[in-house]
Every structure is written in structure tokens, then in C-alpha cells.
Nanobody, 122 residues
Framework: QVQLAESGGGLVQTGGSLRLSCVAS????????MGWYRRYPGKQRELVAI???????NYADSVQGRFTISRYDAKGTVDLQMNSLQPEDTAVYYC????????????????WGQGTQVTVSS
């Protein structure tokens, strides 16, 4: 089992920046990936960015070029720098840690943080 503690998020104007941070604890030997997902009201969580222990990074098309995820860290930390934020980035953001396959599919039950609200005003 892995526990995740998130920080960051908040309210920002269009074009502004925010940084999310996540620290994992527990059985870090059971994971090979950490990342960030977000959820809009009434929707399922969707990938924002993910980094794996073999050095791979993947971004959602909607954030490519605006968001930067820190590389996988065996100490269990992951940050998400979000620049040029837009109103459509408004969502609850969740830190993820777990085991994924080569296509970033979950191989086992994912571990989630409690979620942090990001709100971008127009």
C-alpha cells in the first residue's frame, strides 16, 4: 500500500501558473510510475501526465507544452508545473502512484491522493 500527500493547487487567473507537489510513502517497491490525473464534475479521471521508473514521460495532448512533470524519483516525489493555465484546466487534480504496463494501463489497483482543486478564472 502506498499513501500519497498532495500540496499546491488553488485559484489563478487565465495565463497564470501553479505547481502541484506529491510525496509518496509506504511500499514504494510496489510501484513503477507516478503521475497526475484530473477529474471534471460528473466525469471520470483522465490522465494529465505520468512518469515511469524507466524514464518515460507521457502527457495528455491538452497540456503538452504547458505542463511539465518532474522525472520519476525513487524517493517517491512528483511535481507538476502548470503554466499558461486556461479555464478548461479547472478540475480536481489527483496524484497517482502504482504499477503500469508499457501503455500506461494500470496493472494493479491504483493509489490516489485526496485530490486538490485547481480553479482558473477567466
Amino acid at each position: 500500500q502506498v499513501q500519497l500527500a498532495e500540496s499546491g493547487g488553488g485559484l489563478v487567473q487565465t495565463g497564470g501558473s501553479l505547481r502541484l507537489s506529491c510525496v509518496a510513502s509506504g511500499n514504494l517497491y510496489s510501484i513503477n510510475a507516478m503521475g497526475w490525473y484530473r477529474r471534471y464534475p460528473g466525469k471520470q479521471r483522465e490522465l494529465v501526465a505520468i512518469t515511469t521508473s524507466n524514464g518515460r514521460i507521457n502527457y495528455a495532448d491538452s497540456v503538452q507544452g504547458r505542463f511539465t512533470i518532474s522525472r520519476y524519483d525513487a524517493k517517491g516525489t512528483v511535481d507538476l508545473q502548470m503554466n499558461s493555465l486556461q479555464p478548461e484546466d479547472t478540475a480536481v487534480y489527483y496524484c497517482y502512484a502504482g504499477l503500469v504496463d508499457r501503455d500506461y494501463n494500470f496493472v494493479q489497483n491504483p493509489n490516489w491522493g485526496q485530490g486538490t482543486q485547481v480553479t482558473v478564472s477567466s
